[in-house]
């Protein structure tokens, strides 16, 4: 069982294609939770539905950046557009992308245009960039304010299957993949589709804590409780998707069963099944468990929310991890593993990773001055 292709010993999608499904599922994660507030009247939400909104958009800016540096040539990724072929998977994507992006920024622009006619208003440059959003349109009124509301509502709810899609394609392009018997199941989107909401949640709590203990403003309790909660329902159907997943591969006990049974217990061990499921799926599982079943202190339940959520997060990445480049380490010949760890300085590093992980979140400090994301928040004084 040492026997890999020449062509093999190398992993072709490296880290940056890791991070373009981990990305893309914050998107769908994220406006998900903006639309439980926006269309299915979740007022608990409220105080963290503008933040997800626009960290949806945000994260759905930076989405392609990975696959864009992954490309020799990526300035053919406009052919996509200039010359369409529906018959492509991947042109697919350029297309529910593109739809998707519309969508958000036509929510965008009603669910806070508002707060872009305040902001026009006033002097100065930001005042000048608001003007220009708004199309140099600063009337305002109750009928305006009433219009707004049902086309933010339609759009929401336009919104969350183009989510899903959006999502649920990522994990088709590597489920469509027969000839990877990794990624060869039917269950590949689904779990893909799951996660992302997983992600997105896990990054809410993450960052509206954050940003909170750095403000000095006083956290919504009925809105961490409730993302507690959301979040706990969503990340047991997600890990059990993956069981399941993993659970009729074994019984199947197809002819790939057992170079996948070696690559999970030689190469897959530590990052799948540690890491992934018996630190990062359990651990969370119970913290959150233990919040949603019994009420416990804000500060006590607070502390372990957040560090279940930011164990999430990292769950799901080790979760794109094993798919992605775990998918990679068998041989075509069914007869050999190969070994990959990204290096940090080059270009499909660690570091540019990071770089790309991190740069939404300062975008994100930047539409809060433009723009309040949090205009319900109070100081704990």
């Known amino acids: 069982m040492d026997f890999v292709f020449p062509n093999e ?19 769908a994660g994220a406006f998900i939770v903006s639309s439980l507030y926006h269309v299915f009247g979740r007022v608990e939400l409220k105080a963290v539905a ?19 540096m992954h490309l020799g040539q990526p300035q053919r990724a406009f052919n996509i557009m200039i010359t369409p072929n529906f ?12 739809a998707y992006l519309i969508v958000v920024v036509m929510e965008i622009w009603f669910v806070m245009r508002h707060s872009f006619i305040a902001r026009a208003r006033g002097s100065g440059p930001i005042a000048w960039l608001c003007r220009v ?20 509502k339609f759009l929401a709810g336009l ?13 088709f392009l590597f489920g469509s993949l027969k000839a990877n018997p990794w990624w060869s199941t039917p269950l590949m989107f689904v779990i893909f589709i799951f996660s992302a909401i997983v992600s997105g949640i896990a990054v809410l709590i993450f960052h509206y804590m954050i940003v909170a203990r750095l403000n000095g403003w006083k956290l919504d309790q009925p809105c961490v409780r409730s993302m507690t909660k959301y979040l706990w329902g ?5 890990v059990s998707l993956e069981l399941l997943e993993l659970m009729s591969i074994a019984y199947k006990q197809t002819e790939e069963w057992e170079v996948l049974d070696m690559l999970i217990r030689e190469k897959l061990w530590i990052s799948y099944v540690i890491l992934q499921y018996l630190v990062f799926s359990l651990i ?27 164990m999430l997060l990292v769950q799901v990445l080790l979760m794109r991890w094993n798919v992605v480049v775990g998918g990679q380490l068998v041989s075509k010949s069914m007869r050999g ?45």
């Not at 010993?9 to 490296?14: A, C, G, K």
């Not at 959003?133 to 009433?146: F, K, P, V, Y």
């Not at 723009?371 to 100081?379: G, M």
Request: a negative charge; charged letters at 10%.
């Open 87 to 98: 018959n492509s998977a991947m042109a697919g994507f350029g297309f529910i992308y593109t």
């Open 284 to 310: 969370p599982f119970f913290l959150l468990g233990i919040n949603s079943l019994f009420n416990l202190r804000d500060r006590i339940t607070n502390a372990m929310v957040w560090t279940a959520a930011t």
């Open 9 to 27: 010993q190398n992993v072709t999608w490296t880290v940056m294609i890791v991070l373009y499904p981990y990305i893309t599922g914050l998107v």
């Open 133 to 152: 959003i708004l199309l140099g349109n600063l009337h305002e009124d109750d009928s305006t304010r009433a219009a707004d509301h049902k086309i933010a």
């Open 159 to 171: 919104g969350i299957p183009m989510a899903c899609l959006l999502h649920g394609y990522v994990g």
């Open 234 to 238: 969503f990340m047991i159907i997600a």
């Open 50 to 68: 503008r933040f997800s909104l626009a960290s949806a958009f945000v994260f759905l800016l930076f989405a392609p950046l990975p696959l864009l």
């Open 337 to 381: 593993f190969t070994d990959y760890f990204p290096g940090l300085w080059e270009k499909e590093g660690i570091a540019v990773a990071v770089v790309i992980f991190t740069l939404p979140f300062g975008i994100l400090w930047v539409f809060n001055k433009i723009v309040p994301l949090f205009p319900d928040a109070v100081s704990r004084d």
